[in-house]
Every structure is written in structure tokens, then in C-alpha cells.
């Protein structure tokens, strides 16, 4: 007697074989039996006839941190076959926070300003420590499972504020203890954002420190690291030595070259291999979207964005300040995000304006065409519909090239991941006016364009990079393929019907025709811990999610405490 039974399925088992025909029973939240189950007896049956049945997708790079707990049911991922999330992304991670510094927290952190505006207001940020807000997702529930890393730049910003400057000696001391005690909490490892406030700020040498604390926990270092276009060598090295220095797994965050560096890849991948023949366990992570949607004002150098919006708007509006930010735009000397490149060289004919309140018969047009309209400058075509818009104008920008993708894709060090967070077409999150083809789509895209339409991979392998390889990054042992014994986290889908609705392909057409987002269609059933979620494409409404937490060595515990201990007072 099983809970449930999937038969007739085609299982692709997350290892990267291909596919073989069998049942699976399914019972307490596992998989107990894989075989022909004959006259089995089940409380529930799943028919999969002509369906691939495989591991949950397992998204190493999200930004889910707040909107799970807004809205626990995980819609925009569970309904695309993401079974498990990893947050605290690119240094920005909930917690730990000190509330004296919560405002200034909020303000600095990108992923706030870019994604999160709503979403922070609808929080109650009543937690202190990483262990309380991971206990906050589990006291809200989840319809996924969730692991998390710990944020360089929230950490900074609990110790330092956000100054330019090195930390002191004090200062690193409490930083590593954080890490040691986030680490302690369940924290799978540190990540920075090294394009971002205050990870900018970072030196080489402090994130190997910090990097050290995370090596004794046996945990990972994942980095958007400190260039993604022409300096993308350089800050690759960085991170490597990073891992090298500090004896640290390290995961390489979205790293396929941007506008500035197609074409560095191949002598990107020698420089992994490299690493790799020398001991140091890097790999990397990637969605493959060409486009990404931002505020216009988060492609203006850093210290512009200082200070808030009325802050920005005086800079922008005075002549001197307004021609220096055009020269450090194209001079570029402290690369900002990926999607600044197109600004530096002038691509303003892939930079389209997207959301606009002041300004809605321009959206859809490039700023290229709202120069020519307006007889200006790009720049300061750029530059007046930010003053007239405030901070509520954003554009989508076109910034990779797909062969870069397809390269990353095919490369075996590679795993995907959406870089995208978990929302809905409702409630507050639907509120959240923007494009965002990663959140709604991601993995039906590559099943869709780059399996199907293109191969660029085969099933089989395309399922290993969103499953076991993930989960072997992660040290999840129990979850990322089909073998008894591991939790039942599944996806039921058919590759012939699987299909991404929420991608808008270049050339785009205005108005989007998949706004307000959408989503896919092919996925028949997914089941998290054993339990159905999605069937025939409708969200049950259950929460059998639960919150992961890094398993730590005997050895390992209360290290933390003992290296890095500070007076707690001084923390928090």
C-alpha cells in the first residue's frame, strides 16, 4: 500500500541517463519502491503514460527571500517544476539584520530597490538573526523547500553601514562571527555581490577571510563577482583565488559574459579548467534569458544612487554633475551590473523603455528612438525620463548574446538557475509591475528552445543541470534524482507540450504580449515531499515545503563560537 503511485512514466533520473520506463510508489514523503508495481494498491495513482517523470528542479540562484513570505504558495516557480529555491543570492540575503540599520538596509541592498520595493513594505522584518527568519519561513509554510545562503553585503551592512572603506580589525572579527553563527543556523555557505552596495567595497582580502569561516562549516562561496563584461577575466580570477585562498567550494553567480565581453568564454572555460586541475572546486550557474528588466536609475554609476531618489534627481538636473555621469557611464572604471554595458557603448537601440506612468506613449521604444523624437542626446533622453518618472521607470535591456548562452549551456560545470523570484499574477506580488520571463518560465524556456527546438542539450542532461548537480553543490544527499529512498520531490511533464509563456523573444513586440506574466503549460503534476501541488496545472493550495538547513560536522559545530564569539550586544 503506497500513498501514491506514478505509473507508466518515462524516468529520467537526474544522473544524466537517459530515460527508462517504470512505476514508483511513493510513501511517508518517498520514494520507496521503482519497478513494474502490478496490482499495487495506492490512495492516490498518477496516470504519466507518454509523461517524463523526473527529480523537482532544484533553482541554485533565486531571489525569493521576502516573497515567500508574502505569498507561501510559490506560484510563478512550483508551477514551472521548481521543487526547491536557494536564496540569499548575490550578498543579499534577509537576515542577519540589526534593526537600527534595517532602513538603511533596505535603501542600499539592489535587490530591494530592483525587485523588492512592495514586497519590503509587506514584511514585518521581525527577526534578528538568520536562524529566526528561517524559523519565520517555517512558522509561514512554504509550498516549496527552501535553502539559503548567507549575504556578504547584509553582513557588511549589519557591521559597517555601507562605507567605503576597509573594515578594522574589530569589525572583521564581528563580520566572521555572523557568518559563523548564520553558518551555525543552517546558512549553505556566503555569497557576495561584487557590482553592488557595499559589496563593491570589498576587498579581495576580506572575502577571503569571511570565505575561511565558511570553508570550517563546510559550506560554499557563490559570487556575482566584481565584472561581467570587459574586466570578466579578472574578476573570475578573483573569485577562484578567492576559493583557492580560502580553501572554499566556489559557485561562479550567472556568469555568462555580457555586452562588453562576447567571445571571453573559451578563455573563461580554460581558466575553470585550470582551477580545477589545481583542486579548486569551482563551478558555475546560469539562466539563459538574453534580457533582464531594471530600474532605469540602477544603470547610473554607484555614488549617484546614493542618498535616495530626491538625491538622484538634483545630481541629474545639474548641468556639471549631469556631464560627469555620462563620462564615468562610458568610462565604466568601477564596472556596475552586466546591463551597464550597453550604456558604455552606446547601445541605446537595446535599451527599451518598459514601464512609464508619465511617459506611456514611449514604452516599447528603444532610447535610441526617444533620442531621435526628442531631438537630444540618448543620455539625456535617459537621463529626463528619470526625472520626470522619479524611480518608477524601468526598461528591459538586451545585453547578452545567445551564443554566449548556448556555450555556457553546453559546458559541464554548468548548472541553471533562474535568477528570478518567487511571485504571482495576484495579490501584492501582482502588483509588482515588471518583466520577468526567469520567474515564470525559466526551465520550460530551456526544455522548449534548447532541448526541443534547438538540442543544444539532450533531455537527460538538461534535467542533470537543474537536479543532482544543484543538489551535489548544495550537499543534498536525500533529494535531486530518482533512487528509493529520497524524497519525493517530482515533476510530470510532457516534452512534446512543455512550453514557456512568458518569454518575450528579440525583436520584441509592444505592448508584451504575455503581460501580465502567464504560466507554462506541459506541466502535468508536482509533487514536493511526497505530496501533489500542481495537478493537471492547478496549485492544490498545500505547504509541504520545509525549510533545508546545512548539515554541519560534529567537529564543525560551535566552532564559530568558540574562533570568531563577540559580545553578543555588539551584533545585535
Known amino acids: 500500500m503506497f500513498d501514491i503511485v506514478i505509473k507508466n512514466g518515462f524516468l529520467v533520473d537526474g544522473a544524466g541517463n537517459p530515460w527508462f520506463k517504470a512505476d514508483m510508489g511513493i510513501s511517508e514523503g518517498k520514494i520507496v519502491k521503482i519497478g513494474k508495481l502490478i496490482n499495487s494498491k495506492a490512495e492516490k495513482v498518477l496516470d504519466a503514460d507518454r509523461l517524463v517523470v523526473c527529480p523537482g528542479f532544484i533553482d541554485i540562484h533565486t531571489h525569493s527571500d521576502l516573497s ?41 541592498l539592489d535587490f530591494l530597490k530592483e525587485e523588492w520595493g512592495l514586497e519590503a513594505k509587506e514584511v514585518k522584518w521581525d527577526w534578528s538573526t538568520f536562524g529566526e527568519y528561517l524559523s519565520q519561513l517555517e512558522k509561514k509554510g512554504t509550498a516549496v523547500n527552501v535553502a539559503s545562503l548567507v549575504g556578504h553585503g547584509t553582513i557588511r551592512t549589519a557591521v559597517m553601514g555601507v562605507e567605503k572603506r576597509s573594515p578594522s580589525r574589530q569589525e572583521i572579527k564581528e563580520m566572521k562571527a555572523l557568518v559563523a553563527q ?37 559550506g560554499f562561496y557563490a559570487s556575482h563577482i566584481r565584472g561581467e563584461r570587459e574586466t570578466i577575466v579578472e574578476a573570475l580570477k578573483e573569485a577562484i583565488k578567492i576559493g583557492e585562498k580560502a580553501k572554499v567550494s566556489v559557485q561562479v553567480s550567472h556568469n555568462c559574459p555580457k555586452y562588453g565581453g562576447h567571445g571571453k568564454f573559451d578563455e573563461m572555460s580554460k581558466i575553470y579548467e585550470a582551477a580545477r586541475a589545481r583542486g579548486v572546486e569551482v563551478t558555475i550557474d546560469n539562466d539563459a534569458h538574453t534580457d533582464f528588466n531594471a530600474q532605469l536609475i540602477q544603470a547610473l554609476p554607484k555614488w549617484t544612487q546614493a542618498s535616495g531618489i530626491k538625491k538622484i534627481l538634483e545630481r541629474l ?23 551597464c554595458g550597453l550604456v558604455k557603448h552606446g547601445r ?12 506611456k506613449l514611449l514604452i516599447g521604444k528603444s532610447f535610441e528612438e526617444i533620442a531621435k523624437l526628442r531631438g537630444v542626446d540618448p543620455f539625456d533622453a535617459y537621463f529626463d525620463v528619470i526625472i520626470k518618472e522619479k524611480d518608477e521607470a524601468c526598461a528591459i535591456f538586451n545585453y547578452i548574446d545567445e551564443d554566449d548562452i548556448r556555450a555556457l549551456l553546453k559546458h559541464p560545470l554548468m548548472m541553471i538557475g533562474s ?17 520577468s520571463p526567469c520567474s515564470y518560465g525559466e526551465y520550460p524556456y530551456i526544455f522548449e528552445k534548447y532541448v526541443r527546438e534547438e538540442g543544444v542539450l539532450t533531455l537527460q542532461e538538461a534535467i542533470r543541470k537543474m537536479t543532482s548537480f544543484p543538489a551535489q553543490k548544495l550537499g543534498l544527499r536525500d533529494r535531486g534524482l530518482i533512487k528509493e529512498g529520497m ?22 513586440q509592444f505592448p508584451l504580449p504575455n503581460y501580465p506574466h502567464k504560466y507554462p503549460e506541459g506541466i502535468e503534476y508536482v ?43 555588539n551584533l545585535f
Open 68 to 108: 515567500l513570505l508574502i505569498n507561501p504558495r510559490a506560484e510563478s516557480k512550483i508551477r514551472q517544476g521548481v521543487t526547491t529555491e536557494v536564496l540569499g543570492n548575490c550578498g543579499s540575503s534577509a537576515a542577519p539584520i540589526r534593526k537600527e540599520i534595517l532602513d538603511l538596509l533596505k535603501e542600499t
Open 527 to 569: 509533487l514536493v515531499n511526497g505530496q501533489v501541488v500542481v495537478e493537471k496545472g492547478k496549485h492544490k493550495g498545500v505547504f509541504p515545503g520545509r525549510v533545508l538547513r546545512h548539515q554541519i560536522s560534529k567537529t564543525a559545530r560551535g566552532l564559530g563560537k568558540s574562533r570568531f564569539s563577540v559580545r553578543e550586544e
Open 317 to 339: 538636473k545639474d548641468p556639471e554633475t549631469r556631464e560627469k555621469i555620462k563620462r564615468e557611464m562610458v568610462e565604466d572604471k568601477f564596472p556596475g551590473p552586466g546591463y
Open 487 to 508: 524524497w519525493a520531490d517530482m515533476v510530470v511533464f510532457n516534452p512534446q507540450t512543455i512550453r514557456d509563456r512568458a518569454t518575450s523573444r528579440f525583436p520584441y
Open 419 to 435: 535568477d528570478g523570484d518567487a511571485v504571482a499574477p495576484y495579490g501584492a506580488l501582482g502588483r509588482i509591475y515588471g518583466y
Open 182 to 218: 548564520s553558518m551555525e543556523e543552517g546558512a549553505f555557505g556566503l555569497s557576495s555581490g561584487l557590482v553592488y552596495l557595499p559589496g563593491c567595497f570589498a576587498e579581495t582580502s576580506e572575502l577571503i577571510e569571511l570565505c575561511k569561516v565558511v570553508a570550517d562549516y563546510g
Open 348 to 359: 541605446w537601440d537595446r535599451i527599451f523603455l518598459f514601464q512609464s506612468r508619465k511617459n
